[in-house]
């Protein structure tokens, strides 16, 4: 069988491999029988939406997914049978300020927080806002009534001015995260 090929005039700035991609479609499409492609033209952008299209998909597809190993785009952990047993928990500061420190340095609080519902309190899971700051939870179910802590270490190695760092807790609350911050200034050091 005689194939013919499409001739696509060049595209003033593309890139040479975009136009033997183009070509390589295009011949595809003609061997399959399309008939798009007897109007070159029309087929050029049929194919380019197509090709945009899957781009866009895969590209909110990965995004999507980066998000959700973060946490952010799910329950962080928290199943509807936790959900269906949400209880609620109260912290008597929130935030943190730590006042002026020296760049590397490091910062380590403890937040309280009491289970001040009927169910047990349960920690999915935490992050902090970068990886310079640190939660440590209980892993365990916290009994109704009972105080418990999280440990949160901000280390300020390359870090300089004003700082205010959040720590996203994900629990089985009517709210589903609570927040908790961190705040001060960092001073670089004079050597």
Known sequence: MHTKYILIPDIPGQHPTTIILIHSLLNFLQKTGNTLVKNAPTCFICVMNKILTIILALTTLLATESCRKKGKGDLGG????MLKDSTRVEFPEITYEFGTIKQGDTVVHLFPFKNVGDKNLIIASAFGSCGCTVP???KEPIAPGVTDTIRVKFNSAGKEGKQEKSITLMMNTAKRTEMIYMKGTV???KD
């Not at 928290?78 to 049978?81: E, G, R, Y």
């Open 78 to 81: 928290l199943t509807p049978a």
């Open 136 to 138: 440590e939870y209980p």
């Open 187 to 189: 001073e670089v050091k």
